[in-house]
C-alpha cells in the first residue's frame, strides 16, 4: 500500500530529517539580523542574508490554530482520523504545521501550552509532533 | 483603466458531462466571441489560468497551445500559467495587453473537467509529489504539510476559519449563511449543480470535512467552460484591478491566520477609483471553500476586520432580494459548481448586462466586484455598467 505522508528529504532539509530522528526541533536562524525562521531555506525571509545557521528548538509552543480533519481517504490517514492537524507557535517565534496528539478534540483551545514529542513513521523518518504540555 | 469585457461565453456546466474538455472549451470561446459582436479573426490575443497541466486530473481542460490551434488564431500576445494573482490574474493581465496596445481583443478561458476525470479515484489520484524508490514522497512546500495529513486546502483553509473563530466569535451558523446563501440562488440558474434548497439544520448535521468546514462548506468538482473577451470598447467597463500580496507567499507561514491575500488585493483595488465599497450593487466572491468569502468580504471593505460573522448573520446582507450586497448571485463554486473563478466574472459581468435571467437582481445594479482565489492567491476586478 502506497503511503501519502512521508517526506523527501532534499539537500536543505536532511539535516532537519536527521535530527527529528535523534529527537531534536530544528530550526533556523538568521547570523545577521538574528531573524529565526521555518521551513529551513538556506537564506533568511527577513534581510536575504545567507549567514544562516540550524538551532535547536526548546520544543516548547503555544497553539495558534487547529482543525480536527475526518476525512482523508489518502493512506495512512484512513484508520487514523479523527485526528489533529495544527498550526503551533514555537517559542522561539517560527510558525509550523503539526499534529497535536494526546488531547481530545472539545479540549483543545488557542494559546494553550504544548510540548514537542516525538512520533516515528519508518526507520527513517520521524516527526517532531506536540502535545499538551 | 482602459479595457472592457466585450463578451461572456460558458458551456455547458455538469456534474459529470464526460465530454472532451477541448470541446467544452471551444464552445465557450465561440460564445464569448459571438457574444462580443467579434469574429474569430478579431481575437489577437489568448489567455488562460493555469494552461496545461495533467496533474491534479481535470485541473486543466485545454491549454493556450490547443485552444490557439483549434481556433486557429493568429495572435499578438498569449499567456498561460499557475503563478498568477488568482484565477482571475489571466484576465487581469488581458486588460493590462489591451490597455497597453499589445492587443485589441483578447479572449480568456477557464476550463475544468474534475468532475469527470476523478470520477474513478480517490484524493490518492490527485496528488502531486514525487515518486522515490517507487512509493510516493511529498516534496516541496507538501514535505511540511502531507506528514501531518494535512494535504488539502481544506485542511489548510479550516485553521484560517478556525483562527477567525477563536479572534472574532464567529460561528459555524454564521458561516453557513455562505452556503445557504449560495443554495438559494443556485436554485434559479438553470446551469447549477445543486439546486435543491438546503436549511441550517441540513448544514449543522452533515458530515464534517475538516473541522469547523462541513461537506456543505467545500465547493464541488465539476465539468465546464467559462469564457470571456476583453476589449478596448465594451458593455462592462473593467474599472479596476488588483493583484498585490504583502506577506509570505505561503498558506502556513502568512502572517495573520484570519486573513489571505484577498486582504492586500482587496485593499488595492480602491486605490486606482474614485468608486468605494458602498457602491458595489452585486458580490461574486470566490467560494471555492465558504471562509474564502467571508475573507472576501472583510478584504473589500463590505465590512470590518472580523466582522464578517456578523455581516452574514442571518443572511439578509447577502441577500439576491433586497440584501445591501447580493453576493454570489449564480449560486457560487459551492451549488453551481467549481468553475474555478472564472463563474465569477462571468456572473458579475451578465448582472451588471441584465442578462442574468431570472436570478437578475432587482435595483439595475451598476456597479459589480469579481474576486478569485484563496491563501496566497488573490486577484479581483472592479467591474461597472457603460
Known amino acids: 500500500m502506497t503511503r501519502y505522508d512521508l517526506p523527501a528529504p532534499d539537500l536543505e532539509t536532511e539535516p532537519y530529517w536527521t535530527a527529528a530522528r535523534e529527537g531534536r526541533l530544528l530550526i533556523k536562524r538568521c547570523r545577521s539580523c538574528g531573524q529565526p525562521f521555518f521551513y529551513p531555506r538556506p537564506f533568511c525571509p527577513k534581510c536575504w542574508s545567507d549567514d544562516v545557521e540550524w538551532e535547536e528548538a526548546s520544543g516548547r509552543a503555544t497553539l495558534y490554530t487547529w482543525s480536527v480533519v475526518r476525512q482523508n481517504d489518502l493512506p ?21 504545521l503539526t499534529n497535536v496528539e494526546g488531547c481530545e478534540p472539545e479540549d483543545l483551545e488557542a494559546g494553550m501550552a504544548l510540548k514537542v514529542a516525538f512520533r516515528q513513521e519508518t526507520d527513517e523518518i ?7 504540555a | 483603466m482602459r479595457a472592457a469585457i466585450s463578451g461572456i461565453g460558458q458551456s455547458d456546466v455538469g456534474r459529470r458531462l464526460f465530454r472532451d474538455p477541448l470541446e467544452l472549451t471551444i464552445d465557450a470561446c465561440l460564445e464569448a466571441i459571438a457574444d462580443a459582436g467579434l469574429d474569430r479573426s478579431d481575437i489577437d490575443g489568448l489567455s488562460t489560468y493555469p494552461g496545461n497541466m495533467a496533474i491534479p486530473p481535470g485541473f486543466s481542460g485545454a491549454g493556450i497551445t490547443e485552444v490557439h490551434d483549434v481556433l ?18 489571466s484576465v487581469i493581465l488581458a486588460c493590462m495587453a489591451v490597455e497597453s496596445g499589445l492587443a485589441n481583443h483578447v479572449l480568456c478561458f477557464r476550463t475544468v473537467w474534475e468532475g469527470t476525470a476523478q470520477a474513478g479515484g ?5 496528488m502531486p509529489g514525487s515518486g522515490r524508490g517507487g512509493g510516493y514522497r511529498a516534496d516541496g512546500f507538501m514535505q511540511w504539510f502531507l506528514p501531518y495529513g494535512a494535504p488539502s486546502a481544506a485542511n489548510w483553509i479550516a485553521m484560517y476559519a478556525q483562527r477567525h473563530f477563536h479572534e472574532y466569535g464567529t460561528t459555524r451558523e454564521q458561516l453557513a449563511q455562505i452556503a445557504l446563501n449560495g443554495r438559494r440562488n443556485a ?7 445543486y439546486r435543491e434548497p438546503m436549511t441550517l439544520d441540513d448544514y449543522l448535521n452533515v458530515r464534517m470535512i475538516s473541522s469547523p468546514l462541513c461537506l456543505y462548506d467545500c465547493d ?8 470571456v473577451v476583453v476589449s478596448r470598447e465594451g458593455p462592462v467597463n473593467v474599472e479596476s484591478v488588483a493583484t498585490a500580496i504583502r506577506g509570505r507567499p505561503s498558506w502556513d507561514q502568512w502572517d495573520d491566520l484570519t486573513t489571505m491575500a484577498a486582504r492586500d488585493a482587496g485593499a488595492d483595488l480602491w486605490a486606482r477609483t474614485s468608486l468605494t465599497a ?15 468569502t467571508m475573507v472576501w468580504l472583510e478584504a473589500l471593505g463590505f465590512c470590518g476586520k472580523g466582522e464578517g460573522g456578523a455581516f452574514v448573520e442571518g443572511g439578509a446582507n447577502i441577500a439576491s432580494d433586497g440584501g445591501v ?21 462571468h456572473e458579475a459581468v451578465a448582472q451588471l448586462r441584465g442578462i442574468a435571467g431570472e436570478r437578475q437582481v432587482p435595483g439595475d445594479p451598476e456597479v459589480a466586484v469579481a474576486a478569485a482565489g484563496g491563501g496566497p492567491l488573490a486577484g479581483c476586478l472592479l467591474l461597472t455598467r457603460r
Do not use: C
Open chain 1, 76 to 96: 495512512p490517514w484512513p484508520t487514523r482520523v479523527p485526528y489533529v492537524a495544527a498550526v503551533v507557535d514555537l517559542e522561539e517565534g517560527p510558525r509550523m
Open chain 1, 126 to 132: 520521524t516527526l517532531p509532533v506536540f502535545r499538551p
Open chain 2, 72 to 89: 486557429r488564431l493568429n495572435l499578438n500576445w498569449f499567456n498561460g500559467g499557475i503563478e498568477a494573482p488568482g484565477q482571475l490574474g
Open chain 2, 122 to 126: 480517490g484524493r490518492s489520484a490527485v
Open chain 2, 187 to 193: 436554485a434559479l440558474n438553470p446551469k447549477a449543480i
Open chain 2, 220 to 227: 464541488v468538482p465539476s465539468d465546464g467552460s467559462t469564457a
Open chain 2, 278 to 292: 458602498a457602491d458595489v450593487d452585486v458580490a461574486e466572491l470566490y467560494d471555492g471553500f465558504s471562509f474564502i
Open chain 2, 325 to 345: 450586497l447580493p453576493l454570489n448571485t449564480h449560486g457560487g463554486q459551492l451549488s453551481a459548481g467549481r468553475l474555478h473563478g472564472y463563474g465569477f466574472l
